[in-house]
């Protein structure tokens, strides 16, 4: 019972680096999300994705490359990282749009120096 | 667009005690969901308690409650009998039901204290 995990759950990295944060999740579920999490701002989505092949832009997105080539996976790139990108990651999905109910990773936490 | 806001960053409450967390929304959508979620200092996010719009009644989890008041766009969640296991961050959400993302707004959360 994996559920959905993320990897590395802490990386340090520096400015100007690439870096990528791994999702994986066993359920097959269709949709499938990256948020950010900062003191004093909550959660604001990065990219969703509604299904392989398919993804779209959240609130946050400048600097940030998502994939989706298989239904499990949804890796999460920052092509040339940023101190401002320091934050906690998470990773979540869910079967259908229609309830809202998100599972969650445990999060990634960059911090990019 | 979508807003949530949590006007209370901390609260804390006495064991055993009862406490009321604060959330208000803004949508312009007639057909949306609303949330609770917890973070413990695990980090990972747990739904807490989920309420449909358009029932009126008002949801209830065990010792989780909500206070949903449409009109005022208001959704209180009310802690009864509140544990030490009950400290963590909530965040109130918000999704329209039907939205193309079928993706949450969150408001900024309240940090929740249990003394013993």
């Known amino acids: 019972d994996a559920g959905i995990t993320q990897s590395p759950r802490y990386k340090i990295t520096e400015t100007g680096r690439q870096v990528t944060l791994m999702c994986h999740q066993t359920w097959s579920h269709s949709y499938m999300f990256w948020y950010r999490q900062d003191l004093g701002h909550g959660l604001r989505l990065i990219y969703y994705s509604a299904a392989a092949d398919i993804t779209d832009k959240g609130e946050v997105s400048d600097g940030y490359v998502v994939s989706r080539s298989k239904t499990e996976n949804f890796p999460l790139t920052l092509e040339s990282a940023t101190r401002s990108q320091t934050s906690v990651y998470f990773c979540?999905?869910?079967?259908?749009?229609?309830?809202?109910?998100?599972?969650f990773g445990e999060g990634s936490r960059l911090t990019v120096l | 667009a979508q807003t949530v806001t949590q006007s209370q960053p901390e609260m804390s409450v006495q064991e055993a005690e009862t406490v009321t967390l604060s959330c208000t929304y803004d949508?312009?959508?007639?057909?949306?969901?609303l949330f609770w979620y917890k973070q413990p200092p695990s980090r990972q996010m747990i739904l807490v308690i989920r309420?449909?719009?358009?029932?009126?009644q008002n949801a209830t989890e065990n010792r989780f409650s909500v206070n949903f008041q449409k009109a005022a766009k208001s959704f209180s969640l009310k802690i009864s009998d509140s544990q030490l296991g009950d400290a963590a961050m909530y965040f109130c959400a918000c999704m329209n039901y039907g939205g193309s993302q079928g993706n949450l707004i969150f408001g900024k959360g309240t940090k929740l204290s249990v003394k013993p």
């Open positions: 309420q449909e719009a358009y029932k009126q």
């Open positions: 949508t312009s959508e007639s057909d949306y969901y």
């Open positions: 979540a999905s869910t079967i259908t749009r229609y309830t809202g109910e998100l599972f």
